[in-house]
């Protein structure tokens, strides 16, 4: 199993920066991926930026050139810069882990944080 922990949200002003982290805990050992998630108001949960144990990252298009994944394994921390933010990235914000349960054949789950919230002003 794993645990997530989710911190530094909060209210920013438009054009500000915040820095999300995500602490992971557990079976660190079977994860293959990293990712963090938003959900807006109303709106469905989608994927913000993601990255792999390699190293690959993938970002929506909505956030490209602004927000950065990145993985610190000497503290099992996942963080999300995120630059030049905007009144429509407020949210909740998730972190995932893709845990992996069996590799023959190949199944996996994803775990899930508690949330912080991002609040952006215009």
């Known amino acids: 199993q794993v645990q997530l922990v989710e911190s530094g949200g909060g209210l920013v002003q438009a054009g500000g920066s915040l820095r999300l982290s995500c602490a992971v805990s557990?079976?660190?050992?079977?994860?293959?991926?990293m990712g963090w998630y938003r959900q807006a108001p109303g709106k469905q949960r989608e994927l913000v930026a993601s990255i792999t144990n390699a190293g690959s990252t993938f970002y929506a298009d909505s956030v490209k050139g602004r927000f950065t994944i990145s993985r610190n394994n000497a503290k099992n921390t996942v963080p999300l810069q995120m630059n030049s933010l905007k009144p429509e990235d407020t949210g909740v914000y998730y972190c995932?882990?893709?845990?992996?349960?069996?590799?023959?054949?190949?199944?996996?789950?994803?775990?899930w944080g508690q949330g912080t919230q991002v609040t952006v002003s215009s």
């Open positions: 557990g079976s660190i050992d079977r994860l293959n991926g």
């Open positions: 995932s882990a893709n845990y992996v349960v069996t590799y023959i054949p190949f199944s996996a789950r994803a775990y």
